[in-house]
């Protein structure tokens, strides 16, 4: 094999970053302190008592319809706005109707600072400019997330075939009709299968902002849980849990049902049973969402009734600069690539270490839900109970979140994945996890990888979030500068902030390219 490729063969790639996890438990002795381990097992037996009481139920239930209602309509709004700015952005449609892509260049640039500001920084800015309504958190979704969902869209419709719409451009047929009728068939499968995905990160994100008291069922959660009523903590989870395993299973029987391109065809019968089934979908969701703003009572038009900012001293900028940013930068990046080697590398090995035994096979999943169900910051809060604040605090919370996605991506695509290779293996005598290492996850190795450098990506985001309940970082700093409303470091902070996504998002970019790219032919 030459070296630096990354072959099929090589499945142990993937547990190489569970490596990570050694100077971890060599580290934790010393930021670990006794006195909270018997709040861990309060909460911990909480789970088995959660409360029943009329008035606590009814509280959750209230909050966690307001997480749904605002994980739904900034979701919408996201999708909406996405696939406008991602045609508006794509440069195959201005090369098709004008010549030239230009424009499209240009609009991209203006979308990655909004794509690069994570959602809980536009919440907490548009809070101070328009106070405490639930249009704060939609709109808190809907800018991130659409940007996100534009990118994704041009870069979908820039890389489709495009032979059936130079030829309907031929044949005389203009621009927009040729555009939708080449490229928006094979394109909306990928929309509904991204689509879902998002909504899933909208209903994380929503509770996300109700921790940090955006409304929704996160500030019953955050409440609770600092006043260490864990019984009535437990109500609100255990119902969360069940709402988003709820929308993750709807959400996959819907890509299963309608996310195949020769099932959206268009025949001479017109519009296949497939394709009226998304219209019904589509004529259905319009009256949910306006009645679930309506129950919200949004106004969009108080998004233009900005409140008066508190009063701001001058600008410190010699202050601003005496910030010590290499610190901030070091710790931001270490607790980013602390958590995504922990994410990315113990989900594989937890997945070996339970293969023969179909009852952990079964607390893993459990468990996996439970890391994407639980919001970083309460997780880094629950820590705080045992260990000192600072990087690896915040790795561990960042981490175990994503462990669930990514631990779920993995048992999904080895469930989905052929079985003969495992099946052989086995046959010929190797172990359960000797034939799942190298019968499935051989296969796994490259994409698996490649989905993990996009977490890093993801988590390079979310690391001001942990940041903001006392981890370390560029996020502890944030919190800081707007507790003082120094609106001069503050604004400082998330330019920075924003340049170390973009350039991580760049990098993680390229990194799923020379993943991803065809192995060269060896001899």
Do not use: K
């Not at 209602?69 to 709004?77: E, M, N, P, S």
């Not at 808190?140 to 719409?165: C, H, K, M």
């Not at 690539?337 to 590398?345: E, M």
């Not at 996605?405 to 052929?418: F, K, M, N, T, Y």
Request: aromatic letters at 6%.
């Amino acid at each position: 094999m030459r070296s630096g490729a990354l072959r099929p063969a090589a499945p142990l790639w993937l547990l190489l970053p569970a490596l990570a996890a050694v100077p971890l438990l060599i580290a934790l002795p010393g930021i670990s302190h006794g006195g909270g381990w018997s709040l861990i097992g309060r909460f911990l037996l909480g789970a088995l008592q959660p409360s029943l009481d009329p008035v606590v139920l009814g509280s959750v239930l209230e909050g966690l319809g307001v997480t749904l209602a605002i994980a739904l309509l900034g979701w919408a709004l996201s999708m909406v706005l996405g696939l406008s700015l991602g045609i508006a952005s794509s440069r195959r449609v201005w090369l098709t109707c004008l010549g030239t892509a230009r424009p499209a260049g240009l609009i991209r640039r203006l979308l990655a600072l909004p794509r690069s500001i994570h959602e809980l920084l536009w919440g907490l800015a548009l809070l101070q400019l328009l106070g405490l309504q639930p249009v704060v958190a939609i709109a808190a979704i809907a800018l991130p997330f659409g940007a996100l969902v534009a990118r994704v869209v041009s870069d979908q419709i820039d890389n489709l075939p495009t032979t059936g719409l130079e030829a309907l451009r031929s044949s005389g047929a203009a621009a927009p009709a040729a555009l939708l009728t080449a490229l928006g068939p094979p394109l909306l499968p990928q929309l509904i299968s991204y689509g879902g995905y998002r909504l899933e990160c909208a209903l994380r994100s929503a509770t996300l902002l109700g921790v940090f008291g955006l409304g929704g069922l996160g500030t019953e959660l955050r409440l609770t849980l600092q006043s260490l009523a864990f019984h009535e903590l437990w109500s609100g989870l255990w119902l969360l849990l069940a709402a988003m395993l709820a929308l993750e299973a709807l959400l996959g029987w819907l890509r299963r049902r309608w996310a195949m391109p020769e099932r959206l065809s268009l025949g001479r019968g017109g519009v296949g049973w497939r394709g009226r089934e998304l219209l019904l979908a589509g004529g259905l969701l319009l009256p949910l969402l306006l009645a679930l703003a309506w129950a919200l009572q949004v106004n969009p038009a108080s998004l233009l009734q900005w409140q008066s900012w508190p009063p701001m001293g001058p600008a410190d900028w010699p202050a601003v600069a005496a910030l010590p940013w290499p610190r901030l930068v070091a710790n931001t990046l270490s607790l980013t690539l602390l958590a995504a080697a922990l994410a990315v590398g113990v989900a594989p090995l937890l997945l070996l270490l339970v293969e023969p035994w179909p009852m952990a096979q079964a607390a893993l999943r459990g468990l996996w839900a439970m890391g994407r169900l639980w919001p970083p910051p309460l997780t880094a809060l629950l820590l705080l109970f045992v260990l000192e604040p600072g990087v690896i605090t915040g790795a561990l919370a960042l981490g175990f979140h994503n462990l669930g996605v990514l631990g779920r991506l993995l048992l999904e695509s080895a469930e989905s994945s052929p079985a003969a290779a495992q099946q052989a293996l086995s046959c010929a005598g190797a172990g359960p996890r000797q034939a799942l290492l190298y019968g499935r996850f051989s296969g796994l190795a490259r994409p698996y990888l490649a989905y993990g450098a996009y977490r890093a990506d993801v988590i390079l985001r979310e690391s001001v979030v942990v940041g903001l309940v006392g981890a370390t970082g560029l996020g502890s700093q944030l919190m800081e500068a707007l507790s003082s409303f120094a609106y001069d470091q503050l604004l400082a902070l998330v330019l920075v902030y924003a340049l170390l996504t973009l350039l991580g998002e760049e990098g993680s970019d390229r990194a799923r390219q020379r993943l991803l790219a065809p192995r060269p032919a060896t001899g």
